[in-house]
């Protein structure tokens, strides 16, 4: 459950743990209040950096793609100087980004082509992909401030393992419930690695200081992220199966040693320890392999027998969009 040598480390020195969160309507960032009393060295961040570069390098290679003045009249595109990399028409794309016929090009989530044509591939693809610079900058900025931080405290294979099957979760929840728009973004991922911070402050509980307010923070963060969900334009179901999945992982991933054991240098001398880890981190460990492994299971072969997830929850529509008076969510879904 710890992952150990097999990554590189820096030097010791006590940990604070930051709480910040992307959603496709925005960023919100916060500082908690907590602090870890341990002298465990931090391992040396570069993979949230190497997906931070992918990302922009997609975006990139999405624009080249799209080639704006090829399929517009030239006055019609947005930064005209940038030529073949210039932007869409704000009226189609006020992210400032590439067409939506290129995003489904290049591997945007969209029921039809996943389920129908079986090019379930797009279930990744659809992480790397952004709506455009807006969408980009937002999710980048909140993966260096998340990840940076997780990747420090707990080294790039686990955290590089919660980013992609956050990501995927996601994206699987997203094709149950929406089949009529196309989905691209890492919000899912993001969420994924605020799903963790959470189930890690509860599997770690008792080595927190401050234990009231960090969880205070933390949920307060994820009730107001999943709340801007609920707007028009914003698939709030990748948010959703994004958490959900960083949460279990959370408990299966990032479960830490007992402090007496770490004390010792990993050998229960004179402590009365005889176990690395406390009986309830191996309880929430053992179920959340459960739940996880179930859960994904059962929404694939739900997802690929062309099943629509809203026969099953007749609410669940509005869990990514509440109706009002200046929007309809039929045009969103």
Same mark, same amino acid.
């Given at each position: 459950m710890a992952g150990g040598d097999i990554e590189n480390r820096g030097g010791g020195a006590k940990r604070y743990s930051n709480s910040i969160n992307d959603s496709s309507g925005g960023s919100y960032i916060s500082s908690s209040t907590y602090m870890i009393d341990d002298t465990e060295p931090q391992w040396t961040s570069w993979l949230v950096p190497v997906f931070v570069v992918a990302n922009v390098a997609f975006f990139v290679v999405v624009m080249?793609? #799209?080639?704006?003045?090829?399929?517009?009249?030239?006055?019609?595109?947005?930064?005209? +100087?940038?030529?073949?990399?210039? !932007?869409?028409?704000?009226?189609?794309?006020? %992210? +400032?980004?590439?067409?939506?016929?290129?995003?489904?090009?290049?591997?945007?989530?969209?029921?039809?082509?996943?389920?129908?044509?079986? $090019?379930?591939?797009?279930?990744?693809?659809?992480?790397?992909?952004?709506? *455009?610079?807006?969408?980009?900058?937002?999710?980048? %900025?909140?993966? @260096?401030?998340?990840?940076?931080? !997780?990747? $420090? $405290?707990?080294?790039?294979?686990?955290?590089?393992?919660?980013?992609?099957?956050?990501?995927?979760?996601?994206?699987?929840?997203?094709?149950?419930?929406?089949? #009529?728009?196309?989905?691209?973004?890492?919000?899912?991922?993001?969420?994924?690695?605020? *799903?963790?911070?959470?189930?890690?402050?509860?599997? #770690?509980?008792? @080595?927190?200081?401050?234990?009231?307010?960090?969880?205070?923070?933390?949920?307060?963060?994820?009730?107001?992220?999943?709340? @801007?969900? @609920?707007?028009?334009?914003?698939? #709030?179901?990748?948010?959703?199966?994004?958490f959900l999945t960083g949460f279990l992982l959370g408990f299966i991933l990032l479960p830490r040693p007992q402090l007496g054991w770490l004390e010792h240098g990993n050998i229960p001398v004179r402590t009365g320890l005889k176990s690395k880890y406390k009986p309830h981190q191996y309880v929430l460990w053992v179920a959340s392999i459960v739940l996880l492994v179930v859960g994904l299971a059962v929404a694939l072969v739900v997802l690929f027998r062309e099943e629509d997830g809203n026969e099953y929850c007749t609410w669940c529509h509005y869990l990514s969009c509440v109706p009002t008076s200046r929007w309809d969510c039929n045009q969103n879904n």
């Amino acid at each position: 459950m710890a992952g150990g040598d097999i990554e590189n480390r820096g030097g010791g020195a006590k940990r604070y743990s930051n709480s910040i969160n992307d959603s496709s309507g925005g960023s919100y960032i916060s500082s908690s209040t907590y602090m870890i009393d341990d002298t465990e060295p931090q391992w040396t961040s570069w993979l949230v950096p190497v997906f931070v570069v992918a990302n922009v390098a997609f975006f990139v290679v999405v624009m080249y793609v #799209n080639n704006c003045p090829r399929h517009k009249l030239v006055g019609k595109c947005v930064a005209r +100087f940038l030529g073949r990399f210039s !932007l869409e028409p704000l009226r189609e794309n006020p %992210l +400032f980004g590439p067409s939506s016929s290129t995003l489904k090009k290049l591997g945007a989530l969209e029921w039809t082509k996943v389920v129908i044509n079986h $090019q379930g591939w797009r279930l990744i693809t659809c992480i790397w992909l952004h709506a *455009g610079v807006f969408h980009l900058l937002a999710n980048m %900025l909140s993966l @260096i401030f998340i990840g940076i931080r !997780l990747e $420090q $405290q707990f080294g790039f294979l686990r955290i590089g393992i919660l980013y992609l099957v956050s990501g995927f979760g996601g994206s699987v929840l997203s094709s149950l419930f929406i089949r #009529n728009n196309i989905s691209v973004g890492a919000s899912g991922a993001l969420f994924g690695l605020l *799903g963790a911070m959470l189930s890690e402050l509860i599997t #770690n509980w008792t @080595i927190y200081t401050n234990k009231a307010s960090a969880l205070l923070t933390l949920v307060v963060i994820i009730v107001i992220n999943l709340a @801007i969900g @609920i707007l028009p334009h914003v698939d #709030n179901f990748t948010h959703i199966g994004g958490f959900l999945t960083g949460f279990l992982l959370g408990f299966i991933l990032l479960p830490r040693p007992q402090l007496g054991w770490l004390e010792h240098g990993n050998i229960p001398v004179r402590t009365g320890l005889k176990s690395k880890y406390k009986p309830h981190q191996y309880v929430l460990w053992v179920a959340s392999i459960v739940l996880l492994v179930v859960g994904l299971a059962v929404a694939l072969v739900v997802l690929f027998r062309e099943e629509d997830g809203n026969e099953y929850c007749t609410w669940c529509h509005y869990l990514s969009c509440v109706p009002t008076s200046r929007w309809d969510c039929n045009q969103n879904n």
